[in-house]
């Protein structure tokens, strides 16, 4: 054996045999599971015995959905997530306003969100003014669905004279019809202006940089969407950073790349190359298209049915009209790929969920694994439809924590009783997968496995619908076998067990034995991905 | 949709969903599940609809291991499993002996067993002169493992002047030191002499009609042992029978070979070919390397460690020497080929065993699934080692029929009630499939059925070890999933499930809900393959 893993509290994720206290790992495999007695004698003398110390160890956690090329950028622009004011906002980008404005570059904020202010109204052009009226600057709401921009940036990017009902832009608007900085969805595509692409090597870098992070969290495999992260189709060259990363044996995670592409035809050029469904370069493994249906629901874009009852007359907004996402979907399906669609409001489901229905039956095929991201407001007969269709789904437990504070008032609680309902979708034995959205959320998987027992705020204060919770068990398969499930290598990850990839995470408490409040303090103490341990506090 | 199956008793197989009574099916998948109320709303006005009448519908039946050209021959052959005594067997042969003169072939019986006689002696050579001395004549056992030839038989085969330590063959000998007609395991290669080896389109048509006989047990996957029925290595000729047929789209079954080779210069030559492990053409699918590791007990040719307790001195064979056989498993392995291996004895498991622990050991891989073809006498701790290794089991309920009268004999009850342990098996979480061994015994998957959960002989005469049984949905399973399990297709197969193949099998009765006794009278009323009747009762 390479190394074995003794004096441990193995939990597999294997129904067939779910616990045990050693492992033993050659090649990348997993070869035998028993107890210390059983497995030691298999050391020979250059074997690598690891004491667990009594540890947990589950599956390396496997997180469904993120950007990783987007998170390194947020980590090199302004953190705004704790800012509790607009005066905060305009302070954290006051001191670093010389610093762009030395190089010469936009000073760029990231990850505000007014919900949590002390009061919670969206800021505008002149708020940024106040900071620099020379320097251009651009923060971007913790959502992704929308973006601010200061006078100056406005004039850079040449839509400072844009006027109401005269633009085809969504932008923000003053009473006197002059844009307001606030620029929505796929119209902050024009802040590519304001962003210059890396090149192949710093793209490999990032990539690395954001992996070395994973890995402290315990993520040993990840389904991360890059290809748009420059506004533009980036895919050929973030692909083949990807895979030079992987021929290089590089690669510390295994990446299955959810495939964004807004239009048809650009979904058919990269189908035309050697990126078929499922090709597999190393570790890097082309996954499903990846497709925007709507917006957020703190941008007021996710798209409701009943509309906003906190904003009366606002709907929201569908990103693709029906046909041509039936084009889009049936361009993918046809090819043998698996799709995955943004889908935050209950109308956005709907029409998403009538493509799905009306690919799949025009062009039956086996096992498509269609789902939706984030899937959040809906009602129990739609959430029926993901059983009677087998759509999966993939959450993002995490983002209770601020839309508790807005679900109810955006939607009514008859709503948000039967949204974000997890519980449902295990009862229903619909296939739900766990992620952070990270940059949106920071992709620490125990927080969110927590989110999943506890239904409840970080600090206690608010606990919402815990009816809707789930075990720990269940949400640590979310996080496990149930990833493995969603990129169709159940086979081969997501459980503790002889064959499967020795994709390994030891956390310092037993988060099955402890209050479910402190699963958020439990820390990742190693991280292993084939047998090779890449990450040790 | 193309066809809605409704007013059924469906059991899924799917632990997610049950239970149903109506299924969509669209382009052989299926689409819906649900209530009549929910799916007959379905139909469009070419839907097909189906009215089930109330009754059972399961996942179509897969038998993971039979000869379905073997079958066909046994066919035209003297049936003698029905002979209850050598009288009878001559009686049998007599009507039939005229006819092969006319045609001037051999005269061939097959399926008798010595055990079932009123004297349970074995003939020889002068026992079937009796019946003639110019028609060559051959009789097999229903095991297999031996054959009996008369003496013009044994003067064509050349091996008359044979006598007792002077031949490398397998021979039995009279007291007299000639051969007595008894040509044993790998010997009776030589009866290829007596065989042809018919033409491609002969082969096409001999698996058509194997087909058509699997289709009226509910059959709708198969996987089927074919390439050395004719002695010598018949792979190419073999594989492209079945290929033609499935381009042809003339294949009404599923069909994953088990690819019998004797040796590693062939296994080499055929993976030097199109024939990659798992390739698919079509409904033909490349199996697993097929070995045989020993004989069978009622030939006492099964490998046993402590030898046959009724015939002191006798420890049955290997087949190949260990590291011969280590040979053949590194090479199909180091090429990604799955292996099945016939193990009937403890001491041929172990071999087995021990090789496939060496070569996975030594080249790791993911998700190998190695197995033991029988898997009958071995101990608690041999069967612990299919969980160890995560080895799967094909297993052949209806052998028990005859075995109940024979094992206790051969290997002591000690051994006997630890071995043919199928509740162990799935309690440890090991897989295990089930299958007839078709045409050593019928291919009747209710029978087989009705064996897992009574351990009784057909006519409830005896019963043995019954608490080594399984219920009746484990039973169920091991015909449907466990079958897809062990061809890796259970993500497509294996349980009524949205987005699966549309494999049915509609049975007369609710085998659930009846006295277990009576599973094996429940009738086949339909089945489906592709979303297509291809046998209806
Ligand atoms: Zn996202
Ligand atoms: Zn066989």
Chains 1, 2 share one sequence.
Request: aromatic residues 8%.
């Amino acid at each position: 054996m390479d190394t074995i893993f003794y004096n441990g509290m193995i939990r597999t994720q294997d129904n067939a045999y779910p616990a045990c206290s050693a492992v033993a790992v050659k090649g990348g495999v997993i070869m035998r599971l028993g107890c210390d007695e059983e497995i030691l004698p298999l050391a020979g003398k250059n074997t690598k015995t690891v004491d667990l110390a009594g540890k947990l160890m589950l599956p390396g956690f496997i997180d469904t959905h993120l950007h990783m090329l987007n998170y390194i950028e947020f980590l090199e622009q302004v953190n705004l997530s704790e800012a509790r004011s607009l005066r905060q906002v305009q302070e954290l980008c006051a001191a670093k306003v010389g610093q762009a404005a030395e190089k010469g570059k936009w000073l760029g904020g990231v990850s505000f969100n007014q919900d949590h202010w002390e009061v919670p109204q969206m800021p505008t052009r002149k708020d940024l003014d106040a900071i620099s009226q020379d320097v251009p600057i651009v923060i971007r709401r913790a959502c992704f669905n929308m973006s601010v921009v200061n006078t100056k940036g406005m004039e850079m990017l040449g839509i400072m004279g844009e006027r109401e009902g005269l633009t085809q832009m969504l932008l923000g608007f003053y009473d006197d019809g002059t844009p307001n900085g606030i620029i929505r969805q796929h119209s902050q595509d024009i802040l590519a202006k304001a962003v210059t692409i890396p090149a192949l090597e710093d793209i490999k870098e990032m990539i690395l940089k954001a992996c070395a992070h994973m890995a402290k969290q315990g993520i040993t495999s990840v389904h991360s969407e890059d290809y748009i992260n420059y506004a533009v189709d980036s895919s050929e060259l973030i692909a083949r950073a990807y895979k030079e990363l992987a021929a290089e044996g590089k690669l510390p995670l295994r990446v299955y790349q959810q495939c964004a592409f807004r239009t048809k035809e650009q979904l058919e050029a990269f189908l035309a190359t050697e990126n078929k469904p499922g090709a597999e370069f190393g570790r890097y493994k082309i996954g499903p298209l990846k497709v925007f249906e709507d917006g957020a629901l703190g941008a007021r874009t996710a798209c409701l049915k009943d509309g906003y009852l906190n904003d009366p007359g606002k709907k929201g907004i569908l990103i693709h009209p029906k046909e041509e996402l039936y084009e889009l979907f049936a361009t993918a399906h046809k090819n043998g790929m698996q799709i995955a669609t943004h889908c935050i409001g209950d109308e956005a489901l709907d029409v998403t969920m009538d493509a799905y229905e009306r690919v799949m039956n025009e062009y039956p095929r086996v096992d498509p694994r269609h789902g939706i991201i984030h899937c959040q407001l809906m009602t129990c007969g739609q959430q029926e439809r993901f059983r009677q269709l087998n759509i999966i789904g993939y959450v993002q437990p995490v983002f209770i924590e601020s839309d508790m504070n807005i679900v109810d008032d955006c939607v009514g609680s008859d709503l948000a009783k039967q949204s974000y309902n997890w519980r449902a979708y295990i009862d229903m034995g619909v296939h739900i997968s766990g992620s952070s959205d990270c940059p949106v959320e920071a992709f620490d998987i125990l927080p969110n496995i927590c989110y999943c027992v506890t239904r409840s705020k970080k600090d206690g204060s608010k606990t919402w619908y815990p009816e809707n919770g789930i075990t720990i068990d269940e949400a640590v398969r979310m996080f496990t076998l149930e990833g493995a499930y969603a990129s169709f290598e159940e086979a081969v990850k997501g459980s503790i067990t002889v064959g499967k990839y020795a994709d390994l995470v030891v956390v310092d408490r037993d988060i099955y034995q402890i209050e479910p409040g402190e699963i958020q303090d439990a820390q990742v103490l190693m991280t292993v991905v084939n047998g090779e341990i890449i990450y040790k506090r």
